[in-house]
Structures are given as structure tokens and as C-alpha cells.
């Protein structure tokens, strides 16, 4: 920890546009005060950007507004001046075809707000998947002060006595009705169940994980992740962040000074003790790409291959957020962390302390809940990257939500060549089909879909399902909801649309699957490979125009994060010339 605070006054980029009595400052300054702003407020405090992803058609974010007023409370108590921005909101449930998409664009229009515009901090008030990804890309790439808060997890949904969590149950239910083990009445009264307040999902699905990276990165504050939306404490949380913010841009305490090499090893081990989500590789390939660090998919390997899956939490365990946010949360994660010398301790954090100083008097008050190592789900919780013919450049799976049995598996092929092709044929009785084969998907990866859609925990073929068997095999160039389980190879890469050899695999094939060893294998020989990828037309054809068409052109492979290729690299808050 180096980290040296600036000296405190000084000028503010912030004052570009308000200091002084230039024509162009009574133009910038004028038109703010017909909000009723007194002359002082211009005086060279901190003026500090909420950046709040609040939409309607993001309801796992739709409380953001409501919380944006007490972190405006936090940033006029520390003597900054709130500005409240509405930016782009990739929600999850809502885009089509897939928020990935999105998530791209979403970046580069909060970078170039943050940048634009007269702020010289930023809170970024996010929670559903792309939502927290995407402005912190943008901050790193802008590199002001800036601080996550997130809207924190939903309640436990409960249905019939039982816990039931988001999206992981909505994958359970509706295998369940395909079986014909549960009825479609039923299954409409547990829709409700399952969204019981404001606030992301639930279970350790990709909101949850994500904002625990954050906090993990040292980009929030130490406790924010697990707080549920409702919690009074989560308002406190979030007057806290105001205050903090405001205190971040006195020191010039910038995401390059914390969202170092160390702090992505402290998130990549975070994940594995989290059972976090396969989706948090995409997206911290792409905020590393944004600061300039060097973070491969042999770093998510590396890292993770010792670290125990300690957090019982939906989809791999037992419980949900909420029960996490009592036993303590994440602070007892990285305390473990610390203590089993899996952390880098004096990596630097949005408090100014390092991540040591703020979890090590952390405790566990359930140990049900945040599990003992010796009971961990599974001593090698971080995500397995699997390279070999199939996947020349890595393919990920989540051992902690995959069947042991399945770890190992050699099995004929059952190809679909898209996800129209699975859907039109998966549940016809007469697929030859059975539990002993791998499903293989093509063409949902980033270029293929497009945007790498969350498709590939195929669901089981039905006559499969009703042999009371739940996983097999599947492997595909999507990418899986955080909130669900299975023996699922994910990622892989290059991705069919690009001509990597996912392409050329036909119904019939034999694959391997050897998790231990890190190894997926086509059996088949280099110069058959050779051969097929020669004859091979690529299907997807680039769209027309449009951002699709940018999004096809521009969108790397998701083993290095799927970001833009012109948008890696932290570009700085210099501002051009003024347009007055
Ligand atoms: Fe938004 Fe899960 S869909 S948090």
C-alpha cells in the first residue's frame, strides 16, 4: 500500500467549467442555477456524478432512486456537491437479445459521461449484472475517484416452506414441469414467491457476484455486497459511500491506485470461496483490459485451483443472500482469505485502508451459512479453465456447481447447430439422446448470438429428465446465469462464429471431458479437424448496421472479456477544447 493522498486544496476539473467569470463559466454555471443552486455551491468543491442505473425496465435496480437521495445526504454532509445522472442501463431480464450485448455500449456511454461532464468523483450506483461491470469498465477507463454501492439482494423467496431462489429455482421448476413433477398452476404461484421485494437476485448469481467483486477489488466499501435492498443498513451504507466519496477526490484516490494486479487475485480467489459466478471472467478480463493490467484466463486458473467454495449459497448450497448478510457476509470471506494466505492483505480499498485493515476483526455467525474449510462444497471452488482441440484459447466451468460423477466423462456428441436448433428439436422423444452423451451448442457466443447469451445450462431432453437424471454433459460458446448449476462448459473459445473448432463438431463425435486435468478433447485427428474447418461456411452473417453491426465488428473473444477492441486501455478525464 502506497498510496500517498494528495494535497487538499487544490483545483478541481470541475472548475473548468465553473470557476471563474468567463462567458463560458456563466454559461456552464448559469443554466445549473435554474435548479435553485446558491452562488457558493461553485466555490471549488467537489462536485461528485451519481451515476445511477434506476430504470423501470430494470426492477432489480428500481429502488436505486429512493437510495441515490441518502448518498446525496452522505456527499452535502462531507461538503461536495451532488449531481444525480441517469445513465444506461443494461438490465438482465429485460434486453433482447441478450444484456451482454450491452453491457459494451453501456460502458463507453458512461465513460464518455463521466469524462464529459464536470464531475470529479463518481458513485456508481448499480446491482444487476451488467450493471456494476459496466461503470466500473468505465471508471477504470476514466480513472477519477469513483465508489461502488450497489442496491443489494431481494429477500429470501419462500414457496411452500421451502427457500426458493431467483433464477435458480426458476431453472428447477420448470425442469420440473417438463418431468411432470410439478403443474403450471404451481409454477405460476411460485413466480411471485421468488421476487418478494425490491432489490437483485437472490441467490450467488451474477448480481450477487459482482458486487461482492467489487468489494473484493476494494471498490466499495467493506460490508456493501450481501446488505439486502430493504435493510435500513443498506441506506446507511449508502449515506456512507456519499460521505466517502467526497473525501476520495480531496486524497485523488483514483480505481488505477486500487483496481491493481493484486486486487484482481484477491477477486478471482474471492470467487472461488464465493461459488461465484462463471459470468464475473468475462467481465473482470474486461475491467482488467480497461486499466491496463495484464489478467489472462491462466490467472483465473491459477488462482482459484486452491481455494475452497466456503459460502453454501444458492445455486451451489443452501441458502440465500440474506442468511449470508447475517452470518457476516463477505468480510468473513476475505478475512478466510487472509488467514489461509490466499490474500494479498495490503491491497488498497475505497476507505483508504487496506483489505486487511477492514475485514480482519471480521466474525462468522453461522457457520452453516459460512462453512468451516474442512466442510467446504468443494476444496476446489475457483473456476476450471479448460483448454485442448475443442478450445484452443480456454473454456471455463464451475466446479462447485457441477456433478462429481461428470468430471471425467467421455461421451458421443449431440450437436445443435444454434439455439433455434435446440429449441425446435430437444424435446422431440425421438432425439437420439441419453444421459451418457454431451450436448453441444454452437453459435451463442459474443459475435454468434449475438452478445454470448446466457443459454448454455441447456435444459435436459425430457425423456432423459423423467429417468430422474438432472445433468449431463453440455458444452457450448455461451455463457451460463450465474444462478445456474450443472456440469456446464462455458466460453469456449474461439467461438464457433469465429471458425474455432467448436464449428465442426457433428452429432457422433466423441469429446472428453477430463476436469482435474484441464483438458477438453475432441477425438478426432488434427488433419480430420484440418479437413472440416476447411469446408466450413460461417452462418452468422454480420448484421446490416446499427450498433449490432459496431458489436459484430468490434467484439473480441470471451476468453479476453468480450470487450470492444478500441475501448481496452484507461484513456484518462482530459476533456477537449469547449464548444462555447
Ligand atoms: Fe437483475 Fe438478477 S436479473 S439481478
Given at each position: 500500500m502506497s498510496f500517498k493522498p494528495a494535497e487538499w486544496p487544490r483545483k478541481l476539473r470541475s472548475q473548468h467549467w465553473y470557476g471563474g467569470n468567463s462567458r463560458d463559466t456563466i454559461y456552464h454555471r448559469g443554466w445549473l442555477k435554474n435548479q435553485g443552486y446558491?452562488?457558493?455551491?461553485?466555490?471549488?468543491?467537489?462536485?461528485?456524478?451519481?451515476?445511477?442505473?434506476?430504470?423501470?425496465?430494470?426492477?432489480?435496480?428500481?429502488?436505486?432512486?429512493?437510495?441515490?437521495?441518502?448518498?446525496?445526504?452522505?456527499?452535502?454532509?462531507?461538503?461536495?456537491?451532488?449531481?444525480?445522472?441517469?445513465?444506461?442501463?443494461a438490465s438482465e431480464n429485460t434486453f433482447r437479445p441478450t444484456a451482454m450485448m450491452y453491457r459494451n455500449l453501456a460502458a463507453m456511454a458512461v465513460e464518455e459521461a463521466m469524462r464529459g461532464q464536470?464531475?470529479?468523483?463518481?458513485?456508481?450506483?448499480?446491482?444487476?449484472?451488467?450493471?456494476?461491470?459496466?461503470?466500473?469498465?468505465?471508471?477504470?477507463?476514466?480513472?477519477?475517484?469513483?465508489?461502488?454501492v450497489t442496491g443489494g439482494p431481494m429477500l429470501n423467496g419462500w414457496f411452500r416452506g421451502e427457500r426458493i431462489g431467483s433464477g435458480t429455482h426458476l431453472w428447477k421448476f420448470s425442469e420440473a414441469v417438463k418431468a411432470g413433477e410439478?403443474?403450471?398452476?404451481?409454477?405460476?404461484?411460485?413466480?411471485?414467491?421468488?421476487?418478494?421485494?425490491?432489490?437483485?437476485?437472490?441467490?450467488?448469481?451474477?448480481?450477487?457476484?459482482?458486487?461482492?467483486?467489487?468489494?473484493?477489488?476494494?471498490?466499495?466499501l467493506s460490508g456493501n455486497a450481501a446488505i439486502p435492498a430493504v435493510d435500513s443498513r443498506r441506506r446507511v451504507m449508502a449515506q456512507m459511500t456519499g460521505r466517502r466519496i467526497v473525501q476520495m477526490v480531496k486524497d485523488d484516490l483514483k480505481p488505477s491506485d486500487i483496481m491493481t494486479k493484486e486486487a484482481f487475485e484477491n477477486a478471482i480467489r474471492c470467487n472461488g470461496a464465493i461459488g461465484g459466478s462463471t459470468n464475473a471472467v468475462v467481465h473482470l478480463l474486461a475491467m482488467a483490459g480497461r486499466t491496463g493490467i495484464e489478467l489472462t484466463l491462466d490467472d483465473w486458473d491459477r488462482c482459484g485451483r486452491d481455494v475452497a467454495t466456503i459460502v453454501n449459497l444458492m445455486?451451489?448450497?443452501?441458502?440465500?443472500?440474506?442468511?449470508?448478510?447475517?452470518?457476516?457476509?463477505?468480510?468473513?470471506?476475505?478475512?478466510?482469505?487472509?488467514?489461509?494466505?490466499?490474500?494479498?492483505?495490503?491491497?488498497?480499498?475505497?476507505s483508504g485502508e487496506s483489505i486487511w485493515d477492514e475485514v480482519k476483526d471480521a466474525k462468522n455467525w453461522n457457520e452453516d451459512v459460512i462453512l468451516p474449510v474442512e466442510k467446504a462444497l468443494t476444496q476446489q471452488g475457483g473456476i476450471a479453465v479448460l483448454?485442448?482441440?475443442?478450445?484452443?484459447?480456454?473454456?471455463?466451468?464451475?466446479?462447485?456447481?457441477?456433478?462429481?460423477?461428470?468430471?471425467q466423462h467421455r461421451g458421443r456428441a449431440v450437436v445443435f447447430e444454434d439455439i433455434d436448433d435446440y429449441k425446435a428439436r430437444i424435446n422431440d422423444d425421438a432425439l437420439d439422446i441419453d444421459e451418457t452423451c454431451i450436448m453441444v451448442m454452437k453459435n451463442c457466443g459474443p459475435k454468434g448470438y449475438p452478445g454470448m447469451a446466457e443459454v448454455g445450462n441447456m435444459g435436459l431432453p425430457p425423456k432423459v429428465l423423467k429417468k430422474g437424471i438432472t445433468d449431463m454433459v453440455r458444452i457450448s460458446d455461451a455463457r451460463m446465469s450465474g444462478t445456474a448449476y450443472g456440469?456446464?462448459?462455458?466460453?469456449?473459445?474461439?467461438?464457433?462464429?469465429?471458425?474455432?473448432?467448436?464449428?465442426?463438431?457433428?452429432?457422433?463425435?466423441?469429446?472428453?471431458?477430463?476436469?482435474?486435468?484441464?483438458?477438453?478433447?475432441?477425438?478426432?485427428?488434427?488433419?480430420?479437424?484440418?479437413?472440416?474447418?476447411?469446408?466450413?461456411?460461417?452462418?452468422?452473417?454480420?448484421?446490416?448496421?446499427?450498433?449490432?453491426?459496431?458489436?459484430?465488428?468490434?467484439?473480441?473473444?470471451?476468453?479476453?472479456?468480450?470487450?470492444?477492441?478500441?475501448?481496452?486501455?484507461?484513456?484518462?478525464?482530459?476533456?477537449?477544447?469547449?464548444?462555447?
Open positions: 446558491p452562488h457558493d455551491l461553485f466555490d471549488g468543491r467537489p462536485v461528485i456524478g451519481i451515476l445511477n442505473t434506476w430504470s423501470d425496465l430494470t426492477p432489480c435496480n428500481g429502488h436505486l432512486r429512493e437510495l441515490a437521495e441518502k448518498v446525496k445526504a452522505g456527499i452535502w454532509e462531507a461538503g461536495g456537491f451532488p449531481v444525480e445522472v441517469p445513465v444506461f442501463s464536470p464531475i470529479d468523483g463518481a458513485v456508481l450506483m448499480v446491482g444487476c449484472d451488467k450493471t456494476t461491470p459496466s461503470l466500473l469498465m468505465a471508471a477504470a477507463s476514466v480513472d477519477i475517484p469513483s465508489i461502488v410439478m403443474t403450471q398452476d404451481e409454477f405460476l404461484e411460485a413466480e411471485q414467491a421468488m421476487s418478494r421485494s425490491s432489490g437483485t437476485c437472490n441467490t450467488m448469481g451474477t448480481a450477487s457476484t459482482m458486487a461482492s467483486m467489487a468489494e473484493a477489488l476494494g471498490m466499495a445455486p451451489s448450497g443452501k441458502y440465500l443472500m440474506e442468511e449470508f448478510f447475517y452470518a457476516g457476509g463477505l468480510p468473513v470471506v476475505l478475512k478466510h482469505l487472509g488467514e489461509a494466505g490466499l490474500l494479498h492483505k495490503d491491497a488498497l480499498t475505497v483448454k485442448g482441440n475443442l478450445a484452443p484459447l480456454g473454456a471455463v466451468l464451475k466446479p462447485s456447481a457441477a456433478s462429481p460423477h461428470l468430471m456440469t456446464v462448459v462455458l466460453h469456449t473459445s474461439p467461438e464457433a462464429a469465429r471458425g474455432g473448432p467448436l464449428a465442426i463438431v457433428r452429432t457422433g463425435d466423441f469429446i472428453e471431458l477430463d476436469v482435474p486435468n484441464r483438458r477438453l478433447h475432441l477425438d478426432l485427428s488434427d488433419e480430420e479437424i484440418a479437413a472440416r474447418l476447411a469446408d466450413w461456411k460461417n452462418p452468422v452473417e454480420p448484421p446490416a448496421s446499427g450498433y449490432a453491426r459496431m458489436f459484430h465488428e468490434h467484439v473480441e473473444g470471451a476468453d479476453t472479456g468480450a470487450d470492444f477492441d478500441f475501448l481496452k486501455g484507461c484513456r484518462g478525464s482530459e476533456v477537449g477544447r469547449d464548444s462555447h
